[in-house]
């Protein structure tokens, strides 16, 4: 799982590439653009920067991003569907640059938005950046898990517990597994040259969700909003560093 400093370096491309298709992909993302065209203009853009799209045919998965509305938590699929004002996306975009892969997620309003979903999106990125913060040599996955569930659980967010973050290298989904929950000083420690996408999923309502008949899109029970912000971060000799920034 500790990553070589060519390795790292693809990574770092590769983690660029995400963090600028979603600055480009931004401001398309107003009422009236259907989730087909996100998809299609984010898709050409990882391509005019020499990387594919890692979520195409992963797993079988039909597009190149995906592209979750208000109670959908993620993997929702780009289709004709037309954003409305007062909606929010979840955006989550994956490239693979020269064998090595970037991974990050966002979740945007759509025109102007009610106070809870500004809330919900306001807390979730925090939570993210909780997380984040207590990435370092020494300290544990667990430590990481724990200081999101405690951040959602003040602030009365539901922590969807099914999906979890991971490493991230030559595959999308290495090992570790990163949960949004868990304890201080428990799970894997961390070491310097490890790349893990770090990737709370809070609801506004209950932690509980279910999967769509299309087989990929994951929804809240309660039907309720969620969102969800991903950063691919590097642990470094005394902290972290953000792969993924826009
Ligand atoms: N970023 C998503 C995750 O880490 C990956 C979605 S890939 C898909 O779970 F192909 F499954 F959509
Ligand atoms: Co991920």
Partial sequence: MIK????????????????DTHKFLKPFIKPGITTQ?????AKDFIISQGATPSFLNYNGYPAAICTSINEEVVHGIPGNRVLQEGDIISIDIGACYHGYHGDSAWSYPVGSISEDKKYLLEHTEQALYEGLSVIKPGNTIG???????????????????????HGVGKHLHEQPDVPNYGKKNTGMTLRKGMVIAVEPMLNLGKPSIYVLDDDWT???????PSAHFEHTVLVTKDGYEILTKR
């Fill in 4 to 19: 070589s400093l060519e390795e790292i370096e693809l990574l770092k491309i590769a983690g660029k590439i995400v963090g």
């Fill in 37 to 41: 065209e996100l998809d299609k203009v």
């Fill in 143 to 165: 430590d990481i898990g724990y200081t999101i569930e405690q951040y959602a659980l003040k602030h009365k967010l539901g922590v969807v517990k099914e999906l979890v973050g």
């Fill in 218 to 224: 994951i929804v809240t029970s309660d039907n309720m």
